[in-house]
């Protein structure tokens, strides 16, 4: 829950003067937090004076036979991701679990699911790509 999260994080905060941060894994199906839950969760963190990084992102989606639709909507997925992080001073850092989807673990762990990142099989700049780079 979020007030064990917090109150975690307050513990942690206090036994320690290091540098104290959080990670979030983010490896999603067609359902991602929205722009707005996200952008409130990095704020309660830095409220609490913890830096938020989002590590390993990656969003799947069916294959073959991804709609015109679930596309556009993993491409505002990952913008939303991107914007959420730039509108918290304290969200200092996105890695993106790969380069291109010919390298991706998704499709031997999640069978029916890949093109998770921003490149294609080919290295071609994909949708997502453009949704990150215009978030930036």
Same mark, same amino acid.
């Given at each position: ?9 307050? @513990? ?12 979030? +894994?983010? /490896? ?5 937090? /929205? ?54 001073? @304290? ?6 679990? +790969?380069? /291109? ?12 699911? +890949? %093109?998770?990142? @921003?490149?294609? %099989? ?11 780079? %215009?978030? @930036?």
């Amino acid at each position: 829950s979020d007030l064990a999260t917090d109150s975690a994080l307050r @513990l942690l905060a206090a036994k320690s003067s290091r540098y104290m941060g959080a990670a979030a +894994g983010a /490896s999603f199906g067609q359902a991602t937090p /929205s722009r707005a839950s996200l952008t409130s969760t990095f704020s309660r963190f830095a409220a609490l004076g913890v830096k938020v990084h989002i590590t390993e992102l990656d969003i799947r989606v069916r294959v073959p036979g991804a709609t015109a639709a679930e596309l556009a909507a993993q491409a505002s997925a990952f913008g939303d991701i991107v914007a959420a992080c730039r509108a918290v001073q @304290l969200c200092e850092a996105i890695v993106v679990w +790969g380069v /291109s989807d010919a390298e991706s673990w998704v499709p031997s762990t999640f069978p029916g699911y +890949g %093109n998770a990142l @921003l490149f294609d %099989n080919t290295y071609a700049k994909k949708a997502t790509y453009t949704a990150v780079k %215009n978030a @930036l």
